[in-house]
């Protein structure tokens, strides 16, 4: 299957720590990358690879893997960081999977 | 700055026809390929296709072949989507993206193209 689910919305309070994940049996061969779209606007990538971080995207984001699921984590959220997340993945016939995505909302 | 510059937002009757542009500036057009990317009102992202910038073969996602039509003009370095018959539920935003130079991901996006379709 190429499906990747995603829980549909978690929460966190201003300033802790809250995981994001994005479960599928492709992410056992491929590594996972994360997309930030805030309201109206277009997806912004905020983590690739293995845990690789564009340039301008903060530390406090990161990624990691384990078996069927990837992770991002925002460590110390900021009220800007209020957005929809979406997963992804490109297989070797270099077809994109985007995730069902989580609305993270900042308390 | 690497940049794509999509075309302004379009309100079509059904049975039209609508082509999106993206204009891409700041990067050497043909070196990275675009993907297109549907998001329907209040829906997630849903991956259409992409097209090699070198060659100007698509490749087209399941349930976007027939309608869907990517095309380039190198000239201007620019990449279209053209959908024909619309239907109301093309309504959505269509957004272009720079593939990185990973292979495996967008680094740049447009802006999006607000198509509307509605008699």
Known sequence: ??????????????????????QGDNLRSYYASWYRQRPGQA???VIYGKNNRPSGIPDRFSGSSSGDKASLT???AQAEDEADYYCN???????HVFGTGTKVTVL | QVQ????????KKP?????????ASGYIFSSYAINWVRQAPGQGLEW??????????????????GRFVFSLDTSVSTAYLQIS???AEDTAVYYCAKLGNDGLTDDCWGQGTQVTVSS
């Open chain 2, 4 to 11: 794509l510059v999509q075309s302004e937002s379009e309100l």
């Open chain 2, 15 to 23: 049975g039209a026809s609508v082509k999106v542009s993206c204009k």
């Open chain 2, 48 to 65: 259409m296709g992409w097209i090699n910038t070198k060659t100007g073969n698509p490749t087209y996602d399941q349930g976007f072949t």
């Open chain 2, 85 to 87: 018959s619309l239907k």
């Open chain 1, 1 to 22: 299957s190429s499906e990747l689910t995603q829980d549909p919305a978690v929460s966190v309070a201003l300033g802790q720590t809250v995981r994001i994940t994005c």
């Open chain 1, 43 to 45: 997806p912004v990538l």
């Open chain 1, 89 to 95: 993945f490109r297989d070797s016939s270099r077809n």
């Open chain 1, 74 to 76: 925002i460590t110390g």
